[in-house]
């Protein structure tokens, strides 16, 4: 096999979990030695490059007049947003949903010159994008290219498993059909507007109701399989599964002297990067947390400095999550894919408080499989979030069964795999068998 190097261009969407996967796997590829350049949004500045990537950086909007720390965009826009996350799923599809759609829409709209200049000038071999919608560039511009969906599977819809965003059980179907209709009446204006531009933009025509694409040449996503869903129609062959994708670009932890030696057990409390940027609901949290007899390290996120800690927690803006998850013994967490799929990954049991979008999704799949507890995240009452955690720290068998597959899910090492897939498909396009 040829050991060319090869230029692969990610694209991932402007927030912490898509952009933490594509580093995670474009970090395999530049230790082989290939170029990786990332096309990441403009607030990425500074952030790729020591990684050992190019930056070649994209606006989504007019640039702000001030420099804007990375994903401000969509903490701007969930903090204003963050009443929405109290409604039914249902009833979020027209105030947040279909808003969430027009914004990133909107990006991919006001990029797409800028973003054929990039390609024109990188002269990619692989193109990898990790996003919910489609740019049209990235399809036209002639190099084979890459999905990647880092969201709950459910995104690949099926008519046997419940509507993505509902939230609704598997084995339950009340509700489907309606929530289906009602994602209809409030999505097919958009759609057809997308679709138009996308086709104008000479890229396919989207598939009915969706925003994006499947790649004919490769399609990834990340979720493991014994947690993943039973499907009435296989997906098409080029769809690879990888159990896990957690990057290795994060420093080393070590637990704070004043946490260390503590009594009770150890938790990690994350909301993500935009969900802890509703300031009320962590300060309730940290509040009820304060009475236990644990221990918490806390990601404050972006409004770190607007909400203090308990004695018995420690915590930042930003923490090195993949170097702290293997220390803990439960995660409370939002329930976005890379938390998820990153607690299964080192074996860990989950509290779920999900907001939005596919965290919904996952909050049901991990209690429904038994792997953690789903709780009304702005509804719980205290007595609800400390039975759930004493009950899953007393549960043996579900830690000892759940280390058991995060070892299984380290083994296949789903970076890996999709970075040689991804290196496969570009040394196919150089040799000239596409």
Known sequence: MSDERLTIVFMPESAYGPTNNCIGIGKVLERRGHRVVFAAEASWKGRLEPLGFEEDLVDLAPP????????????DFITQTAPEFRKPTIEQL???????????????????????????????????????????????????????????PLEMKDPDLPPPFSGYPTADRTGWDEFRAEYER??????????????EAGAPPLPYLEFIHESRYLNLYVYPEFADYPRSRPLAPTWH??????RETEEPFEI???????????????????????????????????????????????????????????????VPQTSIIPLVDLVITHGGNNTTTESFHFGKPMIVLPLFWDQYD???????????????????EERELHGAIERLLDDEDLRSRMAREGEEIRRRDGKTRAADLIEDLGRRYRAGRL
Not at 186 to 199: D, K, M, P, S, Y
Not at 262 to 267: P, V, Y
Not at 290 to 296: G, I, K, L, Q
Not at 303 to 316: H, S, V
Request: include cysteine; glycine fraction near 6%; aromatic fraction near 10%.
């Open 64 to 75: 702000p007049e001030e420099e804007q720390d990375a994903g401000q965009f969509w903490t």
């Open 94 to 152: 027209d105030s947040f949903i279909r808003p969430v759609w027009e914004s990133l829409i909107d990006g991919a709209r006001y990029c797409e010159p800028h973003l054929r200049e990039i390609l024109d000038r990188t002269r990619p071999d692989v193109i990898v994008e990790d996003n919910v919608c489609c740019f049209p560039a990235l399809l036209t511009h002639g190099a084979p290219w890459v999905r990647i969906m880092s969201c709950n």
């Open 186 to 199: 409030t999505h097919r204006e958009l759609w057809e507007a997308t679709n138009a531009f996308v086709i």
């Open 241 to 246: 599964r990888l159990d896990s994708s957690v």
């Open 256 to 318: 704070p002297a004043h946490l260390r030696d503590g009594e009770g057990a150890l938790i990690y409390l994350s909301l993500g990067s935009l969900g802890s940027a509703d300031v009320e609901l962590m300060e309730r949290l940290v509040d009820v947390l304060s009475r236990t007899p644990h221990r918490y390290i806390v990601s404050k996120g972006p409004r770190a400095d607007e909400f203090e800690l308990a004695d018995n927690m420690w915590g930042e803006a930003r």
């Open 362 to 380: 996952n909050a049901q799949r991990v209690a429904e499989l038994g792997y953690g507890v789903r709780l009304d995240t702005y509804r719980f």
